[in-house]
């Protein structure tokens, strides 16, 4: 049954209050990727610091989450779901010169699931605009608040009779343009892309899509002056007409495209591909990292693959590009860097972490944030030109706090165990997220994987990075280019 967004009650408050005046565009990181990009003009950002130096603030965040923080002026927003069954879903407002949560809202969840490492945990990023702040939940729950903590709208994807299901749970997270929210629905169930209004929370338009699962997230983008939502999922990539739903055009034959999302400079589009587990291709998934070209002709759009990978991989991390150079990253923590118009490899280098964040390119540096807390700053450029690799927390603590989170998660699974396989040797109801079944094998592996501190995503804005774990927000002030220190 496919969900009519058109049929949702309204349930919109009124508009509250003025709203806050629009931050100079450096004082803003507005959404998953910032504005899809993950690119900023944002100056002064710091370039060093240790557990001990150039951390301005820390604090901790209520429940549990995996979406990055988003930023508008001097407030910071971030979700989190809390409960055993992830019953309780969380927003909450912080003061970006403070470090304190100002405040937080809480929602009962209309699907509850399990709570834990294997499973997606407030992974979509919300978005923020001048009027509010919208976040959509893997619960199925899209909501909006006003800046200082209005209730405006809010609608549930489970009480129209679609309960998302997905390996590990819906990651995907909206993108915005100046009036909607665009959501991208694919899971093992029926597929669309919708844009909700952010003022009634109505919908404007609904695409379907053919049924697939993906952890992707769209990408609003302005190309030769028209309005287009890009996505890349799960062996093909389509653009849409941001302001109608219309398809313009669609790319297929791509594997292994279902976790990164699509990186868009101009008429450029840059994929991501890793390998695909259900149907290994890997020479596939490596041509699969690509460079479209969105052309127009006579009112036509298409898709003009203008190179072809032959060695890069993507998993976790989308591409980014910075100056002549695109990067990429593999499940191994592999950094490619790419020439930009050929696709050619410049340099190949492991980094010190494993990175399941999306670098951010600034200023002719990249800033990528390894998922045990060391964050690696290259100078962009054909060589490798190491700025610093700095730590949030040392060596040691972190060991400690992985052991203590490994039992913690072993006695959390030992009241609530997998569920035993079927007469096949699959699981009755399939994977953990009502997807395909995952090996034994791998199933430990990402079991291992998450737990521990984890960092998720990161925002910059001028002078600022913020940086998201599970369970805490770090904000980093650190030495500069001109070797001033930030604040402690």
Not at 173 to 196: E, N, V
Not at 285 to 310: A, I, Q
Not at 358 to 372: E, H, M, R
Request: charged share 20%.
């Amino acid at each position: 049954m496919h969900l009519i967004l058109s049929l949702l009650p309204g349930l919109a408050a009124s508009w509250a209050g003025p709203a806050p005046a629009a931050p100079a565009s450096h004082a803003v990181w507005a959404g998953f990727r910032g504005d899809g990009s993950s690119s900023t003009l944002a100056a002064d950002l710091p370039l060093r610091w240790s557990p001990d130096r150039g951390i301005a603030w820390k604090v901790g965040i209520p429940g549990y989450g995996q979406s990055s923080p988003v930023i508008w002026g001097e407030s910071a927003f971030v979700t989190s779901v809390d409960g055993a069954g992830k019953e309780s879903l969380l927003i909450h407002r912080v003061d970006l010169a403070e470090g304190k949560v100002s405040w937080t809202k809480s929602m009962n969840a209309s699907m509850k699931g399990r709570n834990n490492p294997m499973m997606a945990r407030a992974a979509p990023t919300p978005v923020v605009d001048a009027d509010g702040i919208y976040a959509f939940f893997e619960s199925g729950d899209l909501v909006a608040f006003s800046h200082s903590g209005a209730d405006l709208w809010r609608h549930s994807l489970v009480e129209m009779g679609i309960e998302p299901k997905n390996n590990h749970g819906l990651g995907c997270s909206p993108a915005q343009t100046a009036d909607r929210i665009i959501l991208l629905i694919d899971h093992a169930g029926p597929c669309f892309l919708a844009a909700i209004d952010k003022r009634t929370g109505k919908m404007a338009w609904k695409a379907d899509r053919p049924q697939r699962s993906s952890w992707t997230s769209p990408v609003a983008a302005r190309v030769r002056d028209r309005e287009v939502v890009l996505v890349s999922s799960a062996g093909a990539v389509d653009a849409y007409d941001a302001v109608t739903g219309s398809l313009l055009a669609s790319q297929e034959g791509l594997t292994g495209n279902s976790i990164p999302s699509p990186t868009v400079i101009g008429s450029s589009v840059f994929i991501g591909a890793g390998e695909n587990r259900m149907k290994p291709d890997l020479e596939a998934s490596r041509r699969s990292n690509c460079r479209l070209e969105l052309v127009e002709d006579s009112g036509k759009f298409s898709f003009r693959k203008t190179w072809e990978g032959t060695k890069a991989i993507s998993h976790h991390a989308s591409p980014v590009t910075c100056g002549n150079q695109v990067y990429l990253i593999d499940k191994n923590g592999i950094l490619f860097c790419l020439d930009r118009d050929t696709g050619k490899e410049v340099f190949s280098k492991r980094l010190p972490n494993h990175q399941w964040a999306t670098p951010i390119s600034a200023n002719g540096k990249l800033f990528l944030f390894g998922k045990d807390g060391v964050t690696t700053i290259l100078k962009a450029g054909p060589e490798w030109n190491l700025v610093a690799n700095n730590r949030l927390w040392s060596e040691q603590d972190f060991q400690k706090r992985k052991d203590a989170d490994v039992l913690k998660a072993k006695e959390e699974e030992a009241k609530n165990p997998p569920r035993s396989p079927g007469p096949t040797g699959r699981p009755g109801r399939g994977g953990p997220g009502g997807g395909p079944p995952l090996p034994p094998a791998e199933l430990e592996a990402t079991r291992a994987s998450a737990v521990g501190d984890v960092v998720y995503g990161a925002a910059a804005v001028s002078g600022r990075i913020l940086i998201r774990t599970g369970t805490d927000l770090y904000c980093v002030r650190g030495e500069m280019e001109n070797g001033k220190a930030g604040e402690k």
